[in-house]
């Protein structure tokens, strides 16, 4: 497990330092974007979703996105669904233009599972690619590492469940204007 972590460190320094293609210098000022995309659910609970968000904020030269957003995942094999708001920082740690960048999610996210309903944090960080830049939007792909917590709950037949947290890794596509 330590030299998956040592050699996934190195990749995602090597991959933020690299540089871009284009040197179109980010603009400064409002942005706002969407990602559509799937999330593997690894914690065998049966929870992989279709993902949709929309995200707003700021940029500028060291951050691609600083704001906030909030998404609608839907489960495809149950009826639960996670709608977390969050706030949300993309950088490449550089005021220069890179191909890659890493994102940082951390939040609330409110859940329906079945007939239940429950609130809890939810975080994620990934690394993304540009894949097309100029002034005006940006185009990107996302890997990312998703937690979501999931709180004991009783269901309407008084039944206690014991939920486990889900971990998941999800691939999006977006864009940012």
């Given amino acids: 497990m ?3 972590f040592i050699i996934l460190s190195i990749v995602i320094v090597s991959a933020l330092y690299s540089n871009a293609a284009d040197d179109i210098v980010p603009a400064k000022g409002f ?3 969407g990602d559509i995309g799937s999330t593997i ?5 049966g929870k ?3 993902d949709a968000e929309m995200n707003f904020g700021y ?4 951050f691609k996105v600083i704001g906030v957003g909030a998404g609608i995942h839907t489960c495809l094999s149950s009826n639960n669904t996670f709608i977390p708001v969050f706030a949300l920082l993309r950088t490449s740690f ?3 233009p890179k191909l890659c ?6 939040s609330y996210s409110f859940n329906s599972l079945g007939n239940v309903s429950q609130s809890a944090p939810f975080g994620s ?5 540009n894949l097309y830049r100029n002034s005006k939007f940006s185009s990107h792909i996302i890997l990312s590492y998703n937690f979501y917590k999931i709180n004991d709950f009783t269901t309407d037949d008084n039944k206690n469940v014991d939920a486990e947290d889900m971990h998941a890794v999800s691939i999006r596509i977006g864009i940012n204007f």
């Fill in 31 to 33: 942005t706002w974007g």
């Fill in 94 to 96: 550089s005021s220069k």
């Fill in 59 to 62: 940029k500028c030269p060291y």
């Fill in 41 to 45: 659910d690894f914690s065998s609970s």
């Fill in 48 to 50: 992989s979703s279709i």
């Fill in 125 to 129: 960080i990934g690394l993304g690619c």
């Fill in 2 to 4: 330590k030299k998956i």
């Fill in 101 to 106: 960048f890493l994102e940082l999610k951390g």
